[in-house]
């Protein structure tokens, strides 16, 4: 078992928000909302009386970030911001497996995955047409091969964060 799936486990243990067993469930993956909602009716129109076209859908949030404090923390940043799926994975295989069974709307990427570059994921997000952002802890100074690619440099805060993928999600 993974670090991921024993924290997610023990988190989703505790939320009444987590989808029933029945629905599908992505590794590391669950829905963030500050009211539960029938999983039935995930956009809630139906108890508003129809469908509404103002809210937007729960968009798909792909974050791959080798070390699993930080990973844990970005995630909850993100899960923060309300109406977000989200993925997490520690490496570059993960990701590309994801990639190869899901659609994720954005990707957050760490740029060093405990020796690898995360480069060929940028590339298959880059392909399907999908935005990200790279985090890194190096210096501005070591990221030459970064030049033109939207970057977040740790330490960063919520706020920017969710500036960044709401940004990415074209969401005020």
């Given amino acids: 078992m993974n670090v991921t799936t ?14 029933p067993p029945s629905s599908p469930c992505l590794h590391g993956a669950w829905f963030a909302s500050d009211e539960p909602r029938d999983m039935s009716d995930p956009s809630g129109a139906m108890a508003q009386g129809g ?20 990973a844990l923390d970005i ?25 190869e069974r899901e659609r994720p709307d954005v990707g957050v990427l760490d740029v060093e995955l405990g020796g690898q570059d995360s480069a060929p994921i940028a ?10 952002v790279f985090l890194t802890g190096y210096q501005s100074s070591h990221m030459a091969r970064l030049r033109g690619a939207l970057v977040l440099e740790k330490p960063f805060s919520a706020e920017a964060l969710g500036a960044i993928v709401r940004k990415l999600l074209n969401r005020p």
């Fill in 123 to 132: 590339e298959r997000l880059a392909a399907a047409g999908k935005p990200f």
């Fill in 51 to 70: 469908l509404s076209r103002s809210a937007p859908a729960a968009a798909h949030v792909l974050v791959v970030e080798d070390d699993a404090l930080i």
């Fill in 6 to 19: 024993s924290l997610h486990s023990a988190s989703q243990a505790q939320s009444p928000l987590r989808p």
């Fill in 75 to 99: 995630e909850q940043m993100l899960l923060d911001l309300g109406d977000l799926i989200v993925t997490v994975v520690h490496d570059v295989a993960s990701a590309l497996a994801v990639l």
